[in-house]
């Protein structure tokens, strides 16, 4: 019996990436990689809490919430 190898499935799944990326790209999109808050990290409900309530209690905290509003999407229902 012979030893399995993943480098088929590995080339096989790079090939589909590659083929993917590149209709992407074809449709006149671009990739682009977005680093996000990490919402189950430690601390992080503690320093939204901070920011929130530091917004809350700021003079121009009406503008600021004026802002968000505004380019903020309504959830559909």
Same mark, same amino acid.
């Given at each position: 019996?012979?030893?399995?190898?993943?480098?088929?499935?590995? @080339?096989?799944?790079?090939? &589909?990436?590659? /083929?993917?990326? %590149? +209709?992407?790209? $074809?449709?006149?999109? *671009?990739?682009?990689?977005?680093?996000?808050?990490?919402?189950? @990290?430690?601390?992080?409900? &503690?320093?939204? /809490?901070?920011? %929130? +309530?530091?917004? $809350?209690?700021?003079? *121009?905290?009406?503008?600021?919430?004026?802002?968000?509003?505004?380019?903020?999407?309504?959830?559909?229902?």
């Amino acid at each position: 019996m012979g030893v399995i190898s993943n480098r088929g499935s590995k @080339a096989g799944s790079a090939d &589909k990436v590659r /083929r993917y990326r %590149a +209709r992407m790209r $074809a449709k006149g999109l *671009r990739s682009i990689q977005l680093w996000v808050p990490d919402t189950r @990290a430690p601390g992080f409900a &503690k320093e939204a /809490r901070r920011q %929130a +309530r530091a917004v $809350a209690s700021s003079p *121009r905290e009406r503008e600021e919430q004026a802002f968000i509003d505004a380019i903020s999407v309504p959830d559909e229902q």
